[in-house]
């Protein structure tokens, strides 16, 4: 019956070991890659490095135009901007910005 046990537990830790071991090299312990879906639009009003203070129907916003690499942003640009949905109780207001485009004027 030990033995019978021992067998059993060896197998059932092969197993778990196995699927750790899989979901490593699958890249599958990375943080999940999120999507925006709330999004405001606004006027870009001021630039603090790669950080833009947007102007908008919700107040003013810090905005992280990093996550847009392929866009030239200026004073003035409007912008849609993606973000988590949480808004952070500062003044200005801060996001986790998940996208940033121009609009057509």
């Known amino acids: ?5 021992k067998v059993f537990t060896i197998i059932i830790l092969s197993i778990i070991s196995g699927c750790i071991s899989s979901n490593a090299m699958n890249g599958n312990d990375k943080e999940p890659t999120e999507t925006a879906s709330f999004y405001f639009t606004g006027t870009i009003k001021e630039f603090y490095g790669d950080t ?8 003013k916003v810090l905005v992280t135009l990093s996550v847009n690499h392929n866009e030239k942003f200026h004073v003035g640009d409007k912008v ?11 003044n200005p207001a801060q996001i986790k910005t998940l996208s940033v485009e121009l609009v057509d004027k």
């Open 1 to 5: 019956m030990q033995r019978t046990l």
């Open 52 to 59: 833009a203070l947007v102007d908008s129907t919700e107040g």
């Open 80 to 90: 849609r901007v993606g973000y988590t949905g949480t808004i952070m109780e500062s």
